[in-house]
Each structure stands twice: as C-alpha cells, then as structure tokens.
C-alpha cells in the first residue's frame, strides 16, 4: 500500500517538508504513548520503530513496525484523536513531524501543490479504510446473509429517469444535512448545479460491487444501503441517511465500485456525474475546498463505523475464547496507532 508520502509529487512534497520539523529518537526511547492526544503525523527519515498494545492479560503485542520511509498518524492531519498504540523506536531514528495546525494552514492555500498534497492524504484514508473493510469480512459475523446469486445489471440507473426538480422543493432542506455543513447559500448552489435528481423506489440498486464509478450520489432524502460481499455471503455496512455521500472512493481512485449500494428507503439522490464531480474536487472554489474537507470527514466516520465492527468481532471471539482470532483482530484494530475521536466511540 502507498503510504501519503509516497502519493506526493516533487512540489508538494517540499511544501510538506517546509512545514516539518526534525526529530531524532534513540532506541528504546518513545515517540508516542498508548491514550495520548494525537498531534499530527510522523515521517520516518532512517532507523525503525515498532507499535506495541497491551492485550487483557498484560502481554505485550507487536501490531506494526515501521522502517525507513515509513509514516503512521496520517489522520492526526484531519482531526483530532487518541493514540492506541505505543509507538518506540527499535534502533536511533530520524525523522520529521508534521503537527496538523501547520498542515491544516498548507492545505488552505489555494495552490496546486497543497491540493494535491490534500488530495493524497484522502487517498490513503480510502486506502486505509478498503484495507480494514477487507479484513473485517474475512470474519464471518452473525449477521451475514448468503451472497445473492441473481445477474446484476451492468448499470442499474441506465433506464432511471433524472430531472433538475421535484415535486419535493429540495433547496431549503440543504443547508440541514451534515454533508453541506459550513457551506453558505452560494456554494450549496454551486454544488447542486453540477448534478440531477434522482427518485429511486425501495429495492432499487445504485450501483454494484465490481461496476465501474461513473458518478458521485448525495442522500437528500430516504436511505442507501452499503453491502459489501466476501466469497459466499453478504454483510450490511453502512446505512447511509440525507446528507451523506456515496461512490466517491471509486470516483476518486478511477477505479470499481467495492461494494453493492441498495435503496432501503425511498430515496432522492443527488447524482454528480464523474466528470463534473471532478472539476468541483479539484477546483480552486471555496465550494470545493469545503467539498475536499466534507469527504475527508466522511472518510473519518466511514473508519470508525470499521472500527467498531472490529471491536464487536474482537468481543465475539473473546466470548468463543478463539485467542488466534481475537489476537489477530486486535492487531488489525491497534496498527491504525491513531483514530480521530469520533471514531473512538
């Protein structure tokens, strides 16, 4: 997996670097401690350091090592949170810390360089996120439902119908929803001109797993199921009410849909298509600033809906006394070292 760093271009990665500072730790000494506040993100220069957490029965577990060209706190960068891993220094390491006050300021200059400096962090967020979804279906859960066997349309919305208005006057219900939070009149407008409407009856799909992303959809009333599917079965993920975002991880990697989006209540969406989803992402606007800053958060709460499905199955297997099982789960939960304080919930 591509680490943020590795995601940036010679330009931005100096603008990065000028906001640095340099940090030097001798073996044996710690860089971070397990429930500490977060404070940004560390950069290994040379030498290693490994994460460690404490298991329920004092035993000390390795989660993560990281080497030179390492990074680990990348969403410290976002908001604020608390460490769950210690993190000590296993020979002298050099390095740099960037606090997220300073990469916060980086970021809201309008330049190329700091947008595509933002633009890699919410890639490795979507990386980190693909990662721990992945590793929580190899887990069967009580929940899980056989895979659907029927055919899949190619595209499911091919034949739906899209318009500009509804009977439902959406325009002043926008500023509620949490996705438009801090935006104003104009930049609301600024987002819904890019898109259509679209009315969508319980049961009806929105896109497949495996579908190439064509467009971004907003929830503006009703609800989109996520289901991700794992070899032979079916787990619900996410329900996702107004006001939340769907399909942008695809749309921002140019990549396949990793999941299944299903309307469980009827639902109006906002549907942006790729092309113009990428001109607001990558525009200089104060539309699309706050657009950028809106999935990032997305991103955030999307983590720590994993997080406590982690933290459930870790339970479960604890309650089974599978060790192995609830060992390897509790690595996977620790290596993040870092979590945003709404995920910690």
């Not at 006057?169 to 801090?182: A, N, S």
């Not at 619900?236 to 749309?251: C, D, N």
């Not at 199955?313 to 509790?330: N, P, Y």
Request: net charge neutral; proline share 3%.
């Amino acid at each position: 997996m591509q680490t943020f760093l590795d995601r940036l271009d010679r330009e931005a990665r100096d603008l990065l670097m000028a906001v640095a500072r340099p940090i030097t730790h001798a073996k044996g000494e710690r860089l971070i401690r397990y429930g500490d506040a977060s404070r940004g993100a560390y950069l290994l220069k040379d030498g290693s350091c490994e994460a460690t957490v404490l298991m329920p029965g004092g035993e000390k577990l390795t989660v993560a090592k990281l080497d030179a060209g390492g990074v680990f706190g990348e969403m410290a960068l976002v908001e604020r949170g608390t460490c769950t891993a210690t993190v000590t220094a296993t020979t002298k390491l050099n390095g740099w810390f960037i606090e997220r006050d300073d990469f916060r300021s980086l970021v809201a200059q309008r330049i190329p360089a700091a947008l595509r400096m933002q633009h890699a962090l919410t890639l490795a967020l979507s990386d980190k996120l693909r990662q721990l979804n992945a590793r929580v279906l190899e887990v069967a859960s009580p929940e899980d439902k056989p895979k659907a066997g029927a055919e899949r349309e190619a595209d499911p919305l091919a034949k739906a119908g899209r318009t500009k208005k509804t009977e439902f006057d959406v325009r002043p219900f926008l500023p509620h929803l949490p996705i438009f939070e801090g935006f104003d009149a104009a930049e609301i407008d600024e987002i819904l001109a890019a898109g259509s409407l679209l009315e969508l009856a319980r049961a009806h799909a929105v896109f497949f797993h495996g579908q190439a992303s064509s467009a971004v959809y907003i929830v503006l009333r009703g609800a989109v199921e996520i289901r991700a599917r794992h070899a032979t079965r079916e787990r619900r993920m996410a329900v996702l009410g107004p006001g939340q975002i769907l399909g942008y991880m695809s749309a921002l990697e140019k990549g396949k849909h990793g999941s299944d989006a299903l309307v469980c209540e009827d639902a109006l969406l906002l549907e942006i298509a790729g092309k113009d989803f990428e001109r607001l992402y990558f525009g200089s606007s104060p539309a699309s600033a706050r657009l950028r800053r809106a999935i990032q958060g997305t991103l955030l709460v999307s983590l720590g809906q994993t997080n406590r499905h982690l933290t459930r199955l870790i339970s479960l297997a604890r309650l089974r006394s599978a060790d192995q099982e609830s060992e390897a789960l509790e690595r996977v939960l620790a290596s993040q070292i870092v979590w945003t304080l709404d995920e910690g919930a």
